[in-house]
């Protein structure tokens, strides 16, 4: 399996992952049930899972009273998607292995 491989099928867990846990934290809400930390859907967020938790946001209507999760979520996205394009048109070559 090369780098690249490695890198989708990261990143296609973490959003699955952040996409489940605003359906799991929706359902903990309408049961009164103990609650996920929003710190740790901003974790999630950032560690390369903000497509799913935007998705999931909007899809289970979860946390879009919330203008942090509104516009943060987003923001996220962009800074991920600034520094994905940042290194790759960077002049400097990186070369892994």
């Known amino acids: 399996m090369n780098v690249i491989s490695v890198l989708i099928l990261y990143f296609v867990g973490i959003n699955l992952v952040g996409l ?3 359906g ?3 359902y903990k809400a309408q049961r009164q049930l103990w609650r996920i930390p929003e710190s ?3 974790i999630l967020a950032i560690i390369g899972g903000s497509i799913g938790c935007i998705i ?4 289970f209507r979860h946390k879009t ?3 942090y999760f509104v516009f943060g979520m987003p923001l996220i996205l962009i800074i991920q998607i600034a520094l994905f394009a940042a290194i790759m048109y960077s ?3 990186i070369q892994i292995m």
């Open 40 to 42: 740790t859907l901003f």
């Open 91 to 93: 002049p400097i070559q």
């Open 24 to 26: 799991l934290d929706k």
């Open 65 to 67: 009273r919330h203008w």
């Open 20 to 22: 489940f846990f605003m």
């Open 56 to 59: 999931g946001m909007y899809a």
